[in-house]
């Protein structure tokens, strides 16, 4: 098992409303240390953590958390404040109850709207797959293709479940050519990412695998 190369593709991630600064450097530190690919963390701290980092790690925040129904307006806005701020990389949740009204038209638009405000910044639209059909994942591979997003993602880590295998190749089937898949919550072991990664997941949001490194437990 290729450890480093799972801890690449790793965004190390604290989203906790109580989250501390103290425990924000902790999380900046030990994805610097391992090589992640990111430190997703709240928008409030993301102009402290990239002076912290300096340059030394992509900083990701995120838009619409973890709820999904703020106005589209206040989704670009989140996303534009935090790239001003210096995020490079923004994890968008989509309004989950237009998915339920079928207006898959009004998903795309707003996707489309925050990735003209992330600009050169990665943008990872969550999808929260646990709360979906198999019929509205596989719509959403479609809307999210179109809207030129740079990766779809399961889950926010807190609604009724994260990622899950079949999620994940179901994703892999049906999202388009150039768009990554991101699996998140729930990711508790190394031989789980593997297995994400072995079927189509390019990269992972969780917080668990650094700490299992810490502890020098590579299951």
Known sequence: M????????????????????????????????????????????????????EKGLAICTVAGFPNGYNTAETKVFEAENAIENGASEIDMVINLGWVKDGLFDCVEE????????????????????????????????????????DFIKTSTGFASGGASFDVIALMKKHVGAGVGIKAAGGISSFADAAKYMELGATRLGTSRLVKRAIAGDFS
């Open 110 to 149: 707003e996707i489309s709207m925050v990735r003209e405000a992330v600009a050169d910044g990665v943008l990872k639209v969550i999808i929260e797959s646990s709360e979906l059909t198999e019929a509205e994942i596989i719509r959403l591979c479609e809307v999210v293709t179109n809207s030129g997003a």
């Open 2 to 53: 290729d450890i480093k190369g799972i801890l690449a593709i790793t965004d190390h991630t604290l989203l906790r409303p109580t989250s501390s600064w103290e425990e924000i450097k902790e999380i900046l530190d030990d994805a610097m240390s391992f090589g992640c690919a990111s430190a997703c963390i709240p928008p409030s701290y993301v102009e402290e953590a990239v002076y912290y980092v």
